[in-house]
């Protein structure tokens, strides 16, 4: 066969299957959104946000879920941020070419694909079998040991793209090191920690088993972060293995409005980065 | 310290300013990335109130020497210097590891002329000021970026502040352009503003000494032009050292140029002699551009 020939048809052949490959991949995310839309906008209205979950075939929303999702993911997140940007800027600035540097940053990647029930355990073992109780802080805690790496990675990934000469020109004027990060290397990187924080918070607001073992979830509506709370993910994986359809629904709502709001957070993260950059 | 080729040696000439004006001065440096040596036994005096052009080909040790004036190069743990670097007869080398360097190199050190006191080196990065090959703005606004220095060392009223904020950037020669959007972002100016933002942020702390590392290479040839004026100016208050790849550059804005080869100082003189008259063959070949 004709080289010139036989170098296109191959071309195409690879660009086709490429094509095949993210095709599937966008069917799946479509199939995926298209279920969660037509079975969980339906049961969508404004019970949702102001009832508790009901009791089998009584009227009832998700409101406890929804406030016990945003609490925990909140103190989650918030537990992860202050931890993940100091390490990952000590990754960065200070002790990342060292050896013991290098074992941090290959725990944290080890933690980073962690299966998030061992961490679920992990959390149970030390603080809900201690105190003999389940705990929404205990969920928080676990929430922010699944982010806590996601952060620190992204910290020192963002950091390190940060220009030495920066640093140079900040200490040159007689700053010390860790002024001159925090005043401007940080600065300068702003858009890319927040959007390392919106990715923690992306990936625990959909968690579920380290809830179960934490947080166990509430049928009461409660902000007692000594007492176990309910979450979004554990109330969908109670509902949805019921054998009520109303509860069913419900799941399909809480379904939806995880990944709405993953959506939205991702496409902020985006934004924001975006903006930066200009 | 390793000793110059022979055939080079022949080529030394340096003619050096009167001790008694100078502003700062490296004896005998020595300069070292992990265990590559940079700088073999470096002299450089830098007169007051002139500049101070250090030129020669990639890779020579002219950036080196530069950035061991203000000890910058302290930010990564390999890299050390031996010798001495004198501000005002003060050794700003005269820490205990490097002290213990110079010991090592010279078997014994004079001890009577050792000052003792703790190096302060970021007093000493205040009081020699340093613009580099990029621009560096910070992201914060024009005003911040000249205050930032200032605020460091230095409680200032608001009024006091502006004042300082405009004679800094008046004296880099940017105040024109800039005095409506001071509270603009500086990373929003021009290149060759920005690289004058970077020298209004240095002076504005008055320092002594201004360090610049190939300041207009990353410019275009009009806003080079528009540096080489300010810097001129800022001659009458300051002492400027120069590194620049630009021959045309040190002779046009430069008193005394100092030509580097592999790590040595090969000839130093006042400009005009060097050029017109260079006494070493490299530095010849090199001013007249046959190699480099």
């Known amino acids: 066969m004709d080289r010139a020939l036989y170098r296109r048809l191959s071309n195409y052949a690879f660009v086709g299957l490429t094509a095949i490959a993210t095709l599937i991949a966008l069917t799946a ?87 998030s029930i ?14 003999q109780g389940f705990s929404a802080i205990a ?39 860790a002024f001159v990060i925090r005043k401007v290397v ?3 990187a702003r858009a890319g920690l927040i959007t390392g924080a919106l990715l923690g918070f992306a990936r625990i607001s959909g968690e579920t088993a380290p809830l179960l073992f934490t947080a166990l979830g509430n049928q009461f509506f409660s902000v007692d972060p000594t007492q176990p709370m309910a979450s979004l993910p554990t109330t969908i994986f109670q509902f949805a293995l019921s054998a009520y359809e109303d509860w069913q629904r419900l799941a399909w709502v809480g379904a939806l409005l995880i990944a709405v709001a993953v959506l939205s957070i991702n496409i902020i993260g985006r934004v924001v980065a975006r903006e930066a950059r200009r | ?20 004006r100078l502003a700062i001065e490296a004896r005998k440096l020595d300069f070292f990335y992990g265990k590559t040596q940079a700088l073999f036994g470096v002299d450089l005096p830098v007169e007051r109130n002139k500049i101070t052009a250090l030129i020669g080909p990639s890779g020579c ?5 530069l950035r061991a004036l203000n000890r910058i190069y302290d930010l990564y743990p390999r890299q050390h210097a031996v010798g001495r670097i004198l501000l005002d007869g003060h050794d700003v080398l005269a820490d205990r590891k490097s002290l213990q360097r110079l010991r090592e190199r010279e078997g014994a050190i004079d001890e009577a002329t050792m000052i003792r006191s703790p190096v302060d080196v970021a007093g000493l990065r205040a009081r020699v000021g340093m613009v580099f090959q990029k621009p560096t703005p910070f992201p914060m606004s024009i005003y911040d970026n000249v205050a930032f220095g200032v605020r460091l060392y230095q409680r200032k009223s608001r009024a ?44 504005a702390v008055e320092p002594d000494v201004l360090l ?78 046959r190699f480099g």
């Not at chain 2, 040790?61 to 020497?65: I, P, R, V």
């Open chain 1, 186 to 188: 940080w600065k300068s």
């Open chain 1, 29 to 115: 995310l479509v199939l995926i959104l298209w279920s969660l839309l037509s079975k969980g906008l339906g049961g969508l209205d404004a019970k949702i946000f102001t009832m508790t979950q009901p009791a089998p075939g009584s009227e009832g929303g998700l409101s406890n879920a929804i406030m016990g999702s945003i609490m925990m993911c909140g103190m989650g997140l918030l537990i992860a941020v202050v931890i993940g940007v100091l390490a990952g800027t000590w990754l960065s600035e200070y002790g990342g070419n060292s050896p013991y540097g290098a074992a941090v940053r290959f725990l944290n990647d080890v933690l980073l694909s962690a299966p």
């Open chain 1, 139 to 177: 969920g928080a805690v676990a929430l922010a040991i699944i982010a806590m790496p996601i952060v620190t990675r992204t910290t020192e990934d963002i950091l390190s793209l940060q220009p030495s000469a920066l640093r140079e020109a900040g200490m040159a004027l007689g700053a010390s090191r």
């Open chain 2, 212 to 289: 610049l590392d190939e300041p207009a290479s990353a410019l275009d040839p009009v806003s080079t032009a528009k540096l080489e004026e300010t810097l001129i100016e800022l001659r009458e208050d300051f002492t400027i050292v120069i590194v620049t790849h630009n021959l045309q550059q040190a002779a046009r804005i430069s008193n005394y140029t100092g030509f580097m080869y592999l790590g040595r100082m090969m000839e130093f003189q006042p400009t005009e002699e060097l050029f017109a008259n260079p006494r070493g063959q490299r530095t010849r070949d090199y001013v007249t551009g």
């Open chain 2, 1 to 20: 310290m390793t000793d110059l080729p022979s055939h080079l040696s022949e080529e030394v000439h340096l003619a050096f300013p009167p001790s008694d």
């Open chain 2, 61 to 65: 040790g002219k950036s080196t020497l």
């Open chain 2, 160 to 203: 006091e502040m502006d004042v300082i904020v405009e004679k800094s950037l008046r004296r880099a020669a940017l105040w024109d352009e800039v005095k409506d959007k001071l509270h603009s972002s500086g990373l929003g100016l021009s290149g060759g503003q920005q690289q004058r933002l970077c020298v209004a942020r240095g002076i």
């Open chain 1, 118 to 131: 061992l961490i679920g355990l992990f959390v149970y073992e030390i603080m809900v079998r201690p105190f």
